[in-house]
């Protein structure tokens, strides 16, 4: 038997496990630590093999035959398919510039794409990059940088306090964020957790606020107030290292407690015990939350966590909010990735960044020279959530040819169908491209509709170093533990073929993955093997306020609670809370999406046979109260209705739901059902992304996500499951 130390990929937070490979050649997967509640491993980990090794898993190069959706494949040889793919990308970007071309990328999923894409892409002169983590941490670091230059870690092994914004880590979801907590809690730190529901976490917090959802900015606002008001700031720091502290203080006094109240539907006594808890129990920390990325208000709630942090004198000390910077000898991924050779016209071409520049180039200019002046490199792609395009703006010109038309369009690791807002604008941009392929494990919804199919590997058979998307200076190895399956290849290979395909291969000049990790741990005297073996963790021991040498790297090198680059960019410098559309008689309730469920990651895993039999079918939770207005009982399928579309669930009634709230599971889709373009394997019926709207209301104004936290809804019961239900019936707008 041997064992391999590895990061398993199964998820975004990269739990370190131990794969042992018995004589036979079957794997066991386990914690590195197998003490209770330090063991970092989850379901998902438990039984990635299963699908890894799933009969329908894609092995092949696969092209299209018939009509685009047609599900007909034709397997072909890898240098056919790059041939053919290079040749029309060629003639694209020839025709229509290399703006044409745009890619979406699960950064999680490829684990080991080190900074490949952005290179291949910057060299081409296309910026018309993105992700899921638009809408998911990587807006955070964006927006976190206009506030502090960095995007803080939290320092849960020290830290007193704890304030969840309506995340809910625990078993078998962020399982290590879950164990640090419970840690934390055991030596005596406190817990506020803000969510609408009595959530795991809410049931053994010392304080629970069941606010509205999508309030968390107005909730801030309230908790600045409290704060300034009772003199409970740290004033020396707020002095010396922030600007705009009184414009800040006159913004907060527009949300006295009794506005807030009547906002997030909270008392205002138990809001000011909170900000009470937090401000005087330090260091106390503030982790992210996706619940807080996906709102209306998202880029000002984003900002005023950060303000509070730095109010309360929690950045980059012991038990708060560590900025680490990169990694001081391993080669970074931001570096890699060449942004300097994209020209400045062609990073002002990049979709969205006249009108949602927040985390676009435009947006993050301002910070090059501070960046490199602080951290040594001008350009910080934190958990690559810096220089993107926005999702909304790259599929209407894929759909609509407006402001300019992409044709060309790569989804790497990322069901790109289900992964954002507007899932009928995404099938209508898709279908009327040029030339679309996919990155792919299995045939999601978006492999169905590509023209090739490309067969990538998994995190068993790929060495990989990580630290944490850029987000942490500590740097993680993974070994490969098995070759890959049929012929499966690493990311880097696709854009390696490319390159050398297009004429700019001199700058791909390693032959693989491995000896790019060679490369990058080079100044370290090792190569990648020898880095893996002697480390599972590389870290320099981490310093604290280092800002006191060398300033904050935003334009006034301080903390920026008024913003000096959204000033410039034409948006209100202080955070703000913007209010709900009018209602709609239509829509009495309101949705949930986005919803983690344990068994699954995003679109992710319906394939697994062992997960699936815990969680069989997606889950829509109500209140008895709701449920009963509409005769609906446990267990039956309703449908969840807004003026987006509609999506199919069961019903799951719980008390522990606030009444009026309906929580929608993320990502649902069935891939043992039937495909082609008319049915996508039941995400025509299941997927939530059909009812998400990304309309101007429902869109955050400086970056242009969607408000996933509290969308009119109605619900209703039907008859049946409804998995073969064609596109036509799901594209009808809501009645």
Same mark, same amino acid.
Not at 366 to 372: H, K, M, Y
Not at 531 to 545: E, G, K, S, T, Y
Not at 566 to 585: H, N, T, V
Not at 721 to 728: C, R, T, Y
């Given at each position: 038997?041997?064992?391999?130390?590895?990061?398993?990929?199964?998820?975004?937070?990269?739990?370190?496990?131990?794969?042992?490979?018995?004589?036979?050649?079957?794997?066991?997967?386990?914690?590195?630590?197998?003490?209770?509640?330090?063991?970092?491993?989850?379901?998902?980990?438990?039984?990635?093999?299963?699908?890894?090794?799933?009969?329908?898993?894609?092995?092949?190069?696969?092209?299209?035959?018939?009509?685009?959706?047609?599900?007909?494949?034709?397997?072909?040889?890898?240098?056919?398919?790059?041939?053919?793919?290079?040749?029309?990308?060629?003639?694209?970007?020839?025709?229509?510039?290399?703006?044409?071309?745009?890619?979406?990328?699960?950064?999680?999923?490829?684990?080991?794409?080190?900074?490949?894409?952005?290179?291949?892409?910057?060299?081409?002169?296309?910026?018309?990059?993105?992700?899921?983590?638009?809408?998911?941490?990587?807006?955070?670091?964006?927006?976190?940088? +206009?506030?502090?230059?960095?995007?803080?870690?939290?320092?849960?092994?020290?830290?007193?306090?704890?304030?969840?914004?309506?995340?809910?880590?625990?078993?078998?979801?962020?399982?290590?964020?879950?164990?640090?907590?419970?840690?934390?809690?055991?030596?005596?730190?406190?817990?506020?957790?803000?969510?609408?529901?009595?959530?795991?976490?809410?049931?053994?917090?010392?304080?629970?606020?069941?606010?509205?959802?999508?309030?968390?900015?107005?909730?801030?606002?309230?908790?600045?107030?409290?704060?300034?008001?009772?003199?409970?700031?740290?004033?020396?720091?707020?002095?010396?290292?922030?600007?705009?502290?009184?414009?800040?203080?006159?913004?907060?006094?527009?949300?006295?407690?009794?506005?807030?109240?009547?906002?997030?539907?909270?008392?205002?006594?138990?809001?000011?015990?909170?900000?009470?808890?937090?401000?005087?129990?330090?260091?106390?920390?503030?982790?992210?939350?996706?619940?807080?990325?996906?709102?209306?208000?998202?880029?000002?709630?984003?900002?005023?966590?950060?303000?509070?942090?730095?109010?309360?004198?929690?950045?980059?000390?012991?038990?708060?909010?560590?900025?680490?910077?990169?990694?001081?000898?391993?080669?970074?991924?931001?570096?890699?990735?060449?942004?300097?050779?994209?020209?400045?016209?062609?990073?002002?071409?990049?979709?969205?960044?006249?009108?949602?520049?927040?985390?676009?180039?435009?947006?993050?200019?301002?910070?090059?020279?501070?960046?490199?002046?602080?951290?040594?490199?001008?350009?910080?792609?934190?958990?690559?959530?810096?220089?993107?395009?926005?999702?909304?703006?790259?599929?209407?010109?894929?759909?609509?040819?407006?402001?300019?038309?992409?044709?060309?369009?790569?989804?790497?690791?990322?069901?790109? +169908?289900?992964?954002?807002?507007?899932?009928?604008?995404?099938?209508?941009?898709?279908?009327?491209?040029?030339?679309?392929?996919?990155?792919?494990?299995? +045939?999601?919804?978006?492999?169905?509709?590509?023209?090739?199919?490309?067969?990538?590997?998994?995190?068993?058979?790929?060495?990989?170093?990580?630290?944490?998307?850029?987000?942490?200076?500590?740097?993680?190895?993974?070994?490969?533990?098995?070759?890959?399956?049929?012929?499966?290849?690493?990311?880097?290979?696709?854009?390696?073929?490319?390159?050398?395909?297009?004429?700019?291969?001199?700058?791909?000049?390693?032959?693989?993955?491995?000896?790019?990790?060679?490369?990058?741990?080079?100044?370290?005297?090792?190569?990648?093997?020898?880095?893996?073996?002697?480390?599972?963790?590389?870290?320099?021991?981490?310093?604290?306020?280092?800002?006191?040498?060398?300033?904050?790297?935003?334009?006034?090198?301080?903390?920026?609670?008024?913003?000096?680059?959204?000033?410039?960019?034409?948006?209100?410098?202080?955070?703000?809370?913007?209010?709900?559309?009018?209602?709609?008689?239509?829509?009495?309730?309101?949705?949930?999406?986005?919803?983690?469920?344990?068994?699954?990651?995003?679109?992710?895993?319906?394939?697994?046979?062992?997960?699936?039999?815990?969680?069989?079918?997606?889950?829509?939770?109500?209140?008895?109260?709701?449920?009963?207005?509409?005769?609906?009982?446990?267990?039956?399928?309703?449908?969840?209705?807004?003026?987006?579309?509609?999506?199919?669930?069961?019903?799951?009634?719980?008390?522990?739901?606030?009444?009026?709230?309906?929580?929608?599971?993320?990502?649902?889709?069935?891939?043992?059902?039937?495909?082609?373009?008319?049915?996508?394997?039941?995400?025509?019926?299941?997927?939530?992304?059909?009812?998400?709207?990304?309309?101007?209301?429902?869109?955050?104004?400086?970056?242009?996500?969607?408000?996933?936290?509290?969308?009119?809804?109605?619900?209703?019961?039907?008859?049946?499951?409804?998995?073969?239900?064609?596109?036509?019936?799901?594209?009808?707008?809501?009645?």
């Amino acid at each position: 038997m041997s064992a391999k130390k590895v990061l398993c990929s199964s998820c975004d937070i990269y739990c370190q496990v131990l794969v042992e490979t018995n004589d036979d050649g079957t794997l066991k997967i386990k914690a590195q630590d197998p003490r209770p509640g330090w063991a970092n491993i989850c379901i998902k980990g438990v039984h990635a093999p299963e699908g890894f090794d799933h009969p329908d898993r894609i092995r092949y190069p696969l092209k299209r035959v018939g009509e685009r959706g047609s599900g007909r494949w034709q397997r072909v040889s890898w240098d056919d398919a790059l041939d053919d793919i290079a040749s029309r990308l060629g003639q694209i970007i020839a025709s229509d510039g290399p703006e044409a071309f745009a890619v979406s990328e699960s950064p999680w999923n490829v684990q080991s794409g080190n900074g490949m894409s952005r290179r291949f892409m910057n060299l081409l002169g296309a910026p018309n990059w993105m992700s899921g983590i638009a809408l998911c941490s990587g807006n955070t670091a964006a927006i976190n940088r +206009m506030v502090y230059g960095w995007y803080p870690f939290p320092d849960y092994s020290k830290t007193n306090c704890i304030v969840l914004f309506g995340h809910n880590p625990w078993k078998h979801s962020w399982t290590p964020i879950h164990n640090s907590i419970r840690q934390a809690q055991a030596r005596g730190a406190k817990l506020i957790v803000l969510d609408p529901r009595r959530s795991e976490n809410a049931e053994v917090s010392d304080l629970w606020l069941p606010l509205r959802a999508g309030t968390d900015a107005a909730m801030c606002l309230g908790w600045i107030n409290v704060i300034i008001d009772e003199g409970l700031y740290d004033a020396e720091f707020v002095d010396k290292w922030t600007v705009g502290f009184d414009a800040l203080k006159r913004r907060a006094r527009e949300y006295p407690l009794e506005r807030v109240a009547a906002i997030t539907g909270v008392a205002a006594e138990k809001i000011a015990e909170a900000a009470r808890l937090y401000a005087t129990s330090g260091p106390a920390i503030i982790p992210w939350s996706p619940i807080t990325d996906q709102q209306r208000n998202s880029t000002s709630a984003i900002r005023l966590q950060c303000i509070l942090r730095a109010l309360t004198g929690n950045i980059d000390v012991p038990g708060g909010e560590i900025l680490h910077g990169y990694h001081p000898t391993v080669i970074n991924d931001s570096e890699l990735e060449l942004h300097e050779v994209l020209s400045e016209r062609q990073k002002m071409k990049q979709l969205g960044a006249d009108t949602f520049p927040a985390f676009t180039y435009r947006g993050t200019a301002a910070l090059g020279e501070p960046t490199r002046r602080v951290w040594g490199h001008k350009y910080a792609n934190i958990v690559a959530g810096s220089y993107m395009a926005n999702p909304t703006s790259v599929f209407q010109a894929m759909s609509e040819q407006t402001p300019y038309a992409v044709k060309a369009f790569l989804s790497v690791g990322n069901n790109t +169908m289900m992964s954002f807002a507007n899932m009928q604008l995404i099938y209508q941009a898709l279908m009327k491209q040029e030339l679309v392929v996919a990155f792919e494990h299995v +045939m999601s919804p978006t492999a169905q509709l590509a023209d090739y199919v490309l067969p990538g590997d998994s995190w068993l058979e790929r060495p990989a170093l990580s630290d944490s998307f850029g987000w942490t200076s500590a740097m993680r190895s993974s070994q490969q533990v098995t070759a890959p399956q049929g012929e499966c290849r690493n990311v880097y290979d696709l854009w390696k073929g490319l390159a050398d395909r297009m004429g700019i291969g001199q700058f791909f000049p390693w032959n693989n993955v491995g000896e790019v990790l060679d490369f990058r741990v080079a100044p370290m005297g090792k190569t990648f093997d020898e880095f893996a073996r002697d480390h599972a963790v590389h870290m320099q021991r981490l310093r604290f306020r280092k800002y006191e040498a060398t300033g904050f790297a935003t334009p006034s090198g301080k903390v920026e609670f008024y913003s000096s680059i959204l000033e410039e960019l034409g948006f209100d410098p202080l955070p703000y809370y913007r209010e709900d559309p009018p209602a709609d008689d239509r829509f009495p309730l309101t949705a949930f999406t986005g919803v983690r469920e344990p068994e699954f990651f995003q679109t992710g895993q319906r394939h697994i046979a062992s997960l699936r039999a815990r969680n069989p079918e997606p889950r829509a939770f109500l209140h008895p109260v709701d449920a009963a207005a509409s005769g609906i009982r446990s267990d039956d399928w309703i449908e969840v209705i807004t003026g987006q579309g509609r999506c199919v669930a069961k019903a799951a009634i719980q008390q522990s739901m606030p009444k009026g709230l309906v929580r929608v599971p993320h990502g649902w889709w069935k891939p043992e059902t039937r495909q082609g373009a008319d049915y996508l394997s039941g995400a025509w019926t299941h997927a939530d992304a059909q009812i998400c709207p990304d309309r101007p209301e429902y869109l955050d104004r400086e970056q242009g996500i969607p408000h996933l936290r509290g969308i009119p809804c109605a619900v209703r019961k039907v008859a049946a499951p409804l998995d073969d239900l064609a596109v036509e019936q799901m594209l009808q707008p809501a009645q």
